[in-house]
C-alpha cells in the first residue's frame, strides 16, 4: 500500500495531501495491529516484569534438518512495524524483519538441535530442549516467557502459554521469524553440499519431490530417521 502511494505521487497521480492522508491511514492500521499484538506484553509490564521473552520454532514437521527455537526479548518502547507470524510473511520480509529484530531488541537467542537429537528423544522433547537453549542464550535474563502453545517445565521463570500465540504476541512473531530464517538458512546450504534434494525449495518437508528423491537416491545423514522410516 505504502509503495502505492510513492509511485502515484511520484507520477503525479494523486496529491501531496492525499498522499499524505492514504499514508497516515496505512501508519494509523499497523499501529492498531501491532496495539492488538502486544496486549500480552502490556499486561506483563503492568505486573511488574521488566524483560519479557517470546519464544517460538521453526521445524517440527520436516523429513531432515534441526528444529530451531528462538527467545526474544524487545524493547517496549521500540516499534519494529510489519512483525507478524512468520508463516505470513514473504521471504523477503522475514530476511528483512530478521536484521530489524536483532539490531533493535533487547536480546535475541537461539536454539539448534538436530536430528540426531530429534531421533534420539523425539520431536516435542528436542523442540523443548532447542526452547531451554534459547532461553539460555539471551544476554538479558527474562523475568517472563510467553510461548507459543508449550510450557517449559525446566525453566523455572514465570510462563504464559498462548494458543496461536505467533498471531497474537509480538514477542513469539518476532521469535517465529528468528527461528525461521535461521533455520531457512541452515537448509539453504544443505541446498548447496546435496543440491539433487531440493532443499533449498521444500527445506526439508515432505514433498513430493523430496520423497521421490528419497526413494531414487536414499537418506542422507540430515535425515531424521524416526519420520523417514516408512518411505
Not at 6 to 11: C, E, G, I, V
Not at 210 to 225: N, V
Request: glycine share 6%.
Amino acid at each position: 500500500m505504502a509503495g502505492l502511494v510513492k509511485l502515484l505521487w511520484k507520477n503525479r497521480k494523486i496529491s501531496s495531501s492525499v498522499a499524505m492522508a492514504v499514508r497516515i491511514k496505512y501508519d494509523e492500521k499497523e499501529k492498531s495491529r501491532l496495539k492488538q499484538m502486544m496486549i500480552y506484553e502490556a499486561k506483563c509490564l503492568q505486573n511488574g516484569y521488566r524483560y519479557i521473552a517470546g519464544i517460538d520454532e521453526a521445524g517440527r514437521g520436516p523429513l531432515a534438518g534441526p528444529v530451531v527455537a528462538a527467545a526474544v526479548i524487545l524493547d517496549p518502547n521500540v516499534i519494529i512495524p510489519g512483525i507478524n507470524d512468520s508463516k505470513k510473511l514473504s521471504e523477503a520480509r522475514r530476511e528483512y524483519l530478521y536484521d530489524e529484530i536483532f539490531n533493535k531488541a533487547v536480546s535475541v537467542g537461539i536454539g539448534i538441535v538436530d536430528e540426531r537429537i530429534i531421533d534420539e528423544l523425539n520431536i516435542k522433547q528436542a523442540t523443548f530442549m532447542a526452547m531451554e537453549i534459547a532461553v539460555n542464550k539471551l544476554s538479558v535474563k527474562p523475568d517472563c516467557l510467553l510461548i507459543d502453545a508449550e510450557k517449559l517445565i525446566n525453566i523455572t521463570i514465570p510462563q504464559i502459554s498462548i494458543i496461536k500465540g505467533d498471531s497474537l504476541s509480538v514477542s513469539i512473531a518476532a521469535a517465529s521469524i528468528i527461528a525461521k530464517v535461521t533455520r531457512d538458512r541452515i537448509l539453504k546450504e544443505y541446498d548447496k553440499k546435496y543440491p539433487e534434494y531440493g532443499f533449498g525449495k521444500h527445506k526439508g518437508y515432505g514433498t513430493k519431490q523430496h520423497i521421490e528423491a528419497i526413494k531414487s537416491l536414499g537418506l542422507l545423514p540430515i535425515h531424521r530417521r524416526s519420520f523417514t522410516k516408512n518411505i
